[in-house]
């Protein structure tokens, strides 16, 4: 049974930084990041392949937000600066053995964290 496992989150200000981490049971091929807020759908934030070859992002967090990988240590990042209220929500950690072909769909990924919150005040 894969386990992700996410910390990291907090509360900021407008235009502060976090970093979130996933620590995985084991090598998972394709990992990504979503969040969610009550009431609405899980959307993508961001998702990478293998050892990072391939990145992608959500448009409403491109050149703000970094994914990464230590794959020697089966861990995942996520590099949040210039954070906006817009970006509260529960951050979760996703993953799947193997390669996905919509990055940023939730249906597409097999193993979840059980998530961090993020909360950014203005």
């Known amino acids: 049974q894969v386990q992700l496992v996410e910390s990291g989150g907090g509360s900021v200000q407008t235009g502060g930084s976090l970093r979130l981490s996933c620590a995985a049971s084991?090598?998972?091929?394709?990992m990504g990041w979503f969040r969610q807020v009550p009431g609405k759908e899980r959307e993508g934030v961001a998702a990478?392949?293998?050892?990072?070859?391939?990145?992608y992002y959500a448009d409403s967090v491109k050149g703000r937000f970094t994914i990464s990988r230590d794959s020697a240590q089966n861990t995942l990042y996520l590099q949040m600066n210039n954070l906006k209220p817009e970006d509260t929500a529960m951050y979760y950690c996703a993953g799947r053995g193997g390669a996905v072909a919509e990055a940023l769909s939730r249906s597409e990924y097999s193993y979840w964290g059980q998530g961090t919150q993020v909360t950014v005040s203005s």
């Open positions: 084991e090598y998972i091929y394709s």
């Open positions: 990478i392949y293998r050892e990072g070859s391939r990145t």
